[in-house]
């Protein structure tokens, strides 16, 4: 499951009724949560925090998904991975949108966690 963000809502929005057209991003950038991100993206935040920069194919059917697995390696916390966010810049700008794992990945400090799946379903 996939939930968009505020400013990806906009932009969408504003498209779909010829109110101007979206802006383009240059990267899709994923981060860590511990719960839902929520509506900002800034909830339940990792304390492996940094984004990853993630490529995708291109859309078909309305599905698009991640091209290449994500790797974080000896992650500094032990906690438990429930959901990530996608944002359009490695490191602030805007929070596009979050998506729930399939399941929760319990990590301890020093593990490495790969994400090798991450789908947006537009429907």
Known sequence: MADAGDYAEDQVANYLVANGAPTAISSANVKLHTGDPGETGVGNVATESTRKAASFGASSG??????????????AATETIVWVSVWDNISAGNHLWNAILASSVPLTIG??????ALTLTVA
């Open 62 to 75: 309305g599905v698009a998904a991640m091209s290449a697995t994500l790797s974080w390696v000896s992650v």
């Open 111 to 116: 593990d490495d966690f790969d994400l090798t």
